[in-house]
């Protein structure tokens, strides 16, 4: 795999063996709550979260099926609303922003990783990866084509640009899913069970390839996952259980 | 971004071939249909040689007498009542009167050769403008004088002589009356009732009393006016002569109906007359009703797309749920979608003009109707591509819009609320 030099390097324990001053909050979650209403059921998936996650961390969600982990991932990334509680990114409220607001936010601030990988099946590779230039203007078509060839090659894909991802193994989609993620040059990875559907070797290897995107590029992670040996790998781990944070 | 639609635009289409099938045979099929009738209704009421000057001319073909006992008449008008009281019109230009054309014996060799024959005054010509392949019309002179010459189509030249040049000066028999040739003219179809025959002759030689005194006949007339901005003076100085006409027998008869119609307004005169009592030529209503019938016929398409395109872009909630995660606007899918729908309904637009040829040259060539040549109206094609467009734009606009109004997690989700 062709992993580039660190860019920037926020933070990086191992590397330094010494504590840094406190990194500046990316994303401060305020008393979060989220409840499924239906005509005669109230479910709450999140009871009153508050978190915090500091620029350049790479932290893990963990807990069983059902306890709230993807729809937090899903209000960190603007995905969801919260039905009350305040989601701040880079300190900045983002309840009064509008529907184009948040999409330009998602665009530029955040790379977003699925279980289930979520490509455009009828797109090649490169052009998957180029999605999220698309909604931005100012990024030429030359360009584009540039950075989407860029972030493939970080992921060891430089090779398959124009393959389909149903030509592809699980392990490759999840990598072209972690470029078009990178594509945008994001500061924050929002990966949702990345390795769930992939064996332990594939699994490792996306996860060595995201842990080195936090050690040597300095991007923020969250990632969502069910495996402890993984989790252990990132630098804090954040466990729920029934809708509440328990660690 | 254009080209990325289009490339996801083409792939859904492949990807769906049964649907996309479905949707480009609606769309293609209503366009086929819709510009080969308008294609006939064109060839019959559109503004066509010899008859090209339609906006500067008013038909009177038909005679409408009320009886007092209930009953109705309809025919054609006497070629007294059509000199008596049309001819001196002081509005318009020129007035022709010409009889209905009847199907007349002639004889080749031993074989008969039935032909249309029409008897015109010398004005006929000068209205419409037919084209000669060869020699001239009858003079005022030849029609005063009776005498015994005859225009004739291309086709029976054709037929009679064998050939269609050099026939200028010689003679065909028909009905056992010999007439010279003066002229030989392209053939014009037989929809156009006004014009259209084999053989043209003076209306002096018709069989016809023209002197006798009665309003029913075989004759018709042609008024035309000096600029199309006069018609409806015309038209109002033909009302107040048709007013001064006497009834043939004011105890029997009610009323006259008698109007100078422009072309489809003569047709939608009868036509309407079960709602109108030719009290107007109920052209608004025979619009209202076609309108209503190309409306509805063009509805049936756009409802079977609205159909597939809902349950096609449900299919792609999660691709829009990705594409929401990444930074698209609900404004940036809409676009997307209504450019895919776009696409969709050019290809079948264009396959529609491509079937609406073929059927046309199909009908032109099974001669159904004689002389028949119907061409595709480009006008009524870029009419057509529109309004199926714009149902094709509508159609995808309500599930794309529906679509980029959810929550990103729930499009992600398969669009389930």
């Known amino acids: ?114 279980q289930s990988y979520h490509l455009i099946n009828d797109l090649s590779v490169l052009d998957n990866v180029e999605l999220p230039l698309l909604y931005r203007r100012s990024v030429s078509g030359q360009e584009r084509r540039q950075r989407a060839h860029a972030a493939l090659d970080k992921v060891g894909l430089s090779a398959r640009t124009s393959h389909f991802p149903s030509q592809l193994s699980g392990g490759q989609r999840q990598r072209v899913a972690i470029a078009r993620a990178l594509a945008g040059n994001p500061e924050l990875i929002l990966a949702d069970e990345p390795t769930g559907n992939l064996d332990s ?47 | 971004m254009l080209l990325s639609y289009l490339k996801i635009a083409w792939k859904v289409l492949l990807r769906r071939k049964f649907f996309t099938f479905i949707s480009l045979f609606g769309i293609s099929f209503t366009l086929m249909v819709l510009l080969v009738v308008v294609a006939l209704f064109d060839h019959t009421v559109g503004a066509h040689a010899p008859e090209s000057r339609l906006d500067r001319m008013t038909f009177v073909q038909l005679l409408h007498i009320k009886y007092k006992n209930g009953g109705n008449q309809n025919s054609p008008l006497s070629y007294y009542l059509l000199d008596t009281y049309v001819r001196p019109l002081r509005t318009p230009e020129k007035v022709t009167i010409y009889s209905n054309f009847h199907s007349t014996p002639s004889y080749v060799g031993n074989s008969r050769l039935d032909l249309d024959l029409k008897y015109t005054d010398e004005v006929f010509w000068q209205i419409l403008d037919f084209t000669f392949r060869e020699g001239k019309p009858y003079t005022p002179a030849e029609v005063k004088s009776a005498a015994r010459v005859a225009v004739i189509n291309q086709s029976t030249a054709r037929k009679y002589f064998g050939t269609d040049t050099g026939v200028v000066g010689r003679t065909i028999e028909i009905n056992q009356t010999n007439y010279r040739v003066l002229g030989v003219v392209d053939n014009v179809p037989a929809m156009r ?79 309407m007359n079960p709602l109108t009592d030719y009290a107007s030529d109920g052209l608004t209503i025979l619009y209202a009703i076609l309108s209503g019938i190309a409306l509805l016929f063009m509805l049936l398409p756009a409802l079977n797309l609205v159909n597939i395109n809902v349950s096609r872009i449900m299919d792609r909630s999660s691709e829009i749920g990705v594409r929401k995660a990444f930074g698209a606007t609900g404004g940036t899918l809409i676009g997307q979608f209504l450019v895919e729908n776009i696409f ?13 040829y073929v059927a046309l040259q199909l009908i032109d060539g099974a001669q159904i109707l004689a002389y028949a040549h119907f061409e595709l109206n480009w006008r009524i094609f870029g009419w057509a591509l529109l309004a199926t467009l714009f149902f094709g734009v509508l159609s995808g606009v309500y599930p794309a819009f529906k679509m980029s109004r959810l929550q990103p997690v729930q499009a992600l989700k398969g669009g389930s609320k």
Not at chain 1, 53 to 80: A, Y
């Open chain 2, 344 to 356: 969709l309904t050019a290809i079948g637009g264009l396959l529609g003009l491509l079937l609406a």
């Open chain 2, 193 to 271: 009732l006004s014009s259209y025959a084999d053989v043209w002759v003076p209306i002096t030689t018709s069989p016809d009393d023209l002197r006798r005194v009665q309003l029913t006949g075989d004759f018709s007339a042609i008024i035309m006016a000096k600029t199309a901005g006069d018609v409806p003076a015309m038209q109002a100085e033909f009302d107040q002569m048709a007013r001064r006409v006497p009834l043939d027998d004011p105890k029997g008869m009610e009323r006259l109906d008698l109007h100078a119609d422009q072309l489809l307004a003569s047709y939608s005169r009868q036509l």
């Open chain 1, 201 to 247: 070797v594939m699994g490792e290897e996306i996860m060595d390839l995201l842990l080195h995107l936090n050690r040597h590029e300095g991007v923020t992670i969250v990632m969502v996952t069910h495996d402890e040996h993984q989790a252990q790998k990132t630098e804090r781990v954040i466990r729920f259980f029934d809708g509440s944070q328990v660690s």
């Open chain 1, 1 to 114: 795999m062709n992993f580039t030099t660190a860019q920037s390097n926020l933070f990086d324990p191992a590397a330094t063996g010494v504590a840094v001053a406190p990194a500046p909050a990316m994303i401060k979650l305020t008393d979060i709550e989220k409840v499924y209403q239906t005509k005669t059921i109230e479910t709450v998936a999140l009871n009153r979260v508050n978190l915090t996650i500091n620029k350049g961390e790479f932290v893990s969600i963990m807990g069983p099926s059902g306890c709230g982990k993807s729809t937090l991932l899903s209000i960190i990334g603007l995905l969801d609303e919260p039905s009350s509680g305040q989601v701040e990114i880079a300190g900045r409220p983002v309840t009064s922003y509008s529907d184009k607001e948040l999409a330009g936010l998602r665009n530029q601030k955040i790379g977003f990783v699925f």
